[in-house]
């Protein structure tokens, strides 16, 4: 074992992906990070269909070579029965679409692949306390009988819906229980079935192993029966999974808690939650793994800016600005998703329950869960049309390469959160009503320094100015997007007639 720091930057608890892709980033950036995992590795892990995104984290990191490996399944088509109680919808397999892996051995192999950039590792082991001092985190771990002492500035818990109490969850959907089992595949069944119900919906899918996976999601009051019993009543209604009714057997069907939860106060004096110990996804999205690894990435770089200026209350506004717009959006989407789905009309109690949805802090008021509040029962905005086909950049800037253009009035500008080299800085945001989230960069060009220069010169002239800073085709590009979406407009007074 590695001779242990006196204190380490970073300490975080849990090995799965939200924690070592913290871990990666934050050793790329220089810092001393630690790690305990209480389980043996390799473990079993459900979670195995991952989403196309993780393919740019993977490489972002280095690491893209741990998805390269022949017993992954790539381009797995589905069939899908959601909007229409009969009809099927075929969603074919995509080159670098998702992934199914085997996420024992992908776990592994990126812990693997994070101890050898520098990761220092206690695993297994166990926290027996946490302890917050004036320098940071004092930690007292249980490894192989030897009681081990840590101390680290900051603490990242990622260790999964296990690293939140129950107490601690603010529930941001109803509840929802998963039941599933596996059957042997033997290459009969290999694509993905996704199918509605009147009490949930069920989706199946090949996984690792050669074999098959049948995972049903409904309400727990529901759940009467035994789980046997109720997936059989719940495969019985389907039309894709039909086929399987003769396989469930009692003895291989498992069950889990899949609610939706956000942690009450999930920075706490610099222990701070990611992954499923922050806020848990409804399964429906299936894209919890990649949008876990990506927040530890936007947590990395609220860790390195609060390293550098410890005084700052940006890295903490940053991170819980980021969380409140993960669940807020996440929250609309899969409402939405549920309120097209065939069996939302049958007006049951599991299709009602997810498109009438109330978020209730009464019990959970903090000054994170008062912002959330805040957010998540704001009305949706709605944003004007855009122009969805191609755009000729040359004709059109060339058509009005001699008008005068202006600020257009509908533009306004607020203070934000932006990342520049790795840091968290106030910039200068563009809003406007085409616009679906404030602006600040563009083509990794920040915009804001450019718009005084720019007001009322030809198309002409601001081409040849943004062309001082940046090469042609991308200031082509630049003012063409701020054009097509009226950020600016042809100034009226100045059109020849």
């Known amino acids: 074992m590695k001779t242990l720091p006196e204190i380490f930057d970073v300490f975080i608890l849990g090995a799965g992906p939200a924690g070592l892709c913290a871990a990666i980033r934050l050793l790329d950036m220089g810092y001393s990070v630690g790690m305990l995992e209480q389980e043996h590795f390799p473990r079993p892990q459900i979670g195995e269909s991952l989403s196309p995104g993780i393919y740019n984290i993977l490489e972002y990191l280095n690491a893209g070579h741990l998805l390269e490996d022949s017993m992954y399944l790539k381009n797995i088509s589905a069939r899908v029965i959601w909007e229409d109680a009969i009809h099927i919808y075929d969603r074919p397999g995509n080159d670098k679409g998702g992934i199914i892996v085997d996420r024992s051995k992908l776990d592994q192999e990126l812990l693997k692949f994070t101890v050898s950039k520098g990761l220092y590792l206690i695993q297994p082991g166990k926290l027996k306390q946490s302890v917050s001092s004036e320098n940071g985190w004092l930690l007292d771990i249980i490894n192989d009988s030897v009681e081990i002492k840590i101390k680290s500035k900051i603490v ?13 969850r603010v529930p941001i959907a109803p509840s929802a229980i998963a039941v599933w089992m596996h059957i042997k595949s033997n290459a009969v069944f ?12 069920l989706w199946g899918s090949p996984v690792s192993g050669n074999r098959y996976r ?16 109720h997936l059989l009543d719940l495969v019985r209604k389907t039309i894709l999974f039909s086929p399987f009714v ?7 069907i498992e069950t889990c808690s899949v609610t939706s939860f956000v942690n009450q106060n999930p920075w706490n004096n610099q222990f701070i939650k990611i992954g499923e110990a922050a806020f848990t996804l409804d399964p ?10 990506r927040f530890s990435l936007q947590v990395a770089i609220a860790i390195n800016t609060y390293l550098k200026d410890p005084d700052s209350q940006h890295p903490k506004d940053f991170y819980e600005e980021k969380l409140i717009e993960s669940v807020v959006n996440h929250a609309h989407w899969t409402a939405d998703y549920y309120r097209n789905a065939w069996a939302c009309c049958e007006k049951t109690e599991f299709w009602m329950k997810r498109t009438s949805f109330q978020l209730d802090i009464s019990k959970y008021k903090t000054d994170f869960t008062l912002r959330l509040e805040k957010e998540f029962n704001k009305e949706k905005p709605k944003f004007e049309n855009k122009q969805t086909e191609p755009i000729p950049v040359d004709f059109i800037l060339y058509q009005l390469w001699n008008e005068e253009i202006i600020l257009s009035p509908k533009v306004t500008f607020k203070t934000t959160y932006a ?3 790795d840091v968290i800085e106030l910039k200068q945001a563009l809003i406007h009503p085409r616009l679906e989230r404030p602006l600040v960069y563009l083509d990794q060009v920040e915009l804001f320094p450019f718009f005084k220069s720019m007001n009322g010169k030809t198309v002409s002239s601001a081409l040849e100015y943004f062309s001082k800073f940046m090469a042609i085709e991308k200031s082509k590009k630049i003012l063409l997007f701020l054009l097509s979406n009226h950020v600016f407009v042809v100034d009226k007074k100045h059109v020849k007639v």
């Open 156 to 168: 990242l818990d990622a260790r999964g819906r296990k690293g939140t109490l129950l107490k601690e």
């Open 190 to 201: 290999n694509e993905a079935f996704i199918e509605a119900v009147d009490d949930g919906w």
């Open 214 to 229: 049948i995972m049903a999601f409904t309400d727990p009051i529901l759940l009467k029966k035994n789980s046997e019993s």
């Open 246 to 252: 003769d396989k469930i057997k009692s003895g291989l």
């Open 284 to 293: 429906l999205s299936s894209t919890g793994v990649e949008k876990a690894m």
């Open 419 to 421: 990342i520049n080299n």
